[in-house]
């Protein structure tokens, strides 16, 4: 099925074939897409791309890109865009990430962001290398509210 699915008023997460539709794109008025993939595409109608090259395997760090698209979707979205994050089926390497904003930016426990991306997209679910990733980005966040 296509579509976006609303994540917070200023992010959307989707598969790749959704994402790549100018018409949802443009419906939306997302500005920032983030695709969380090697191969797959890019919407074709002049918005701003970040590409994460990652397979969605258990080995792969996705860690190391967690704060520059956590930080991306927020400065789109206090610029007043909105940003789709995704990969070829929007449901694990698309989800970490956008977990991994809702944990720095809303300051969410990893359960709790977990579960409020899966009530905008149900399918989700990142792979146990990037749930293990996200526990200690968890950690690493906390290291760094504490020290402040």
């Known amino acids: 099925m296509l579509q976006l699915c609303q994540v917070t008023s200023a992010l959307f997460i989707s598969n790749a074939h959704s994402a790549c539709s100018a018409e949802f794109i443009q419906q939306k008025a997302v500005t920032l897409c983030i695709n969380v993939t090697r191969q797959q595409p890019f919407p074709d109608c002049g918005v701003a791309i970040m590409r994460i090259p990652v397979l969605d395997e258990p080995s792969e760090d996705l860690y190391v890109h967690f704060d520059a698209c956590a930080d991306a979707i927020q400065k789109e ?72």
Do not use: T, W
């Open 77 to 148: 979205a206090q610029r007043g865009g909105c940003s789709v994050v995704y990969c070829k089926n929007g449901r694990s390497r698309s989800a970490a990430v956008c977990i991994a904003y809702l944990m720095k930016y809303r300051r969410a426990a990893l359960a709790d962001a977990l579960q409020e991306v899966k009530a905008a997209r149900h399918v989700i679910d990142p792979n146990p290398g990037f749930l293990a990733q996200l526990q200690r980005y968890e950690d690493e966040l906390r290291r760094r509210r504490e020290s402040k």
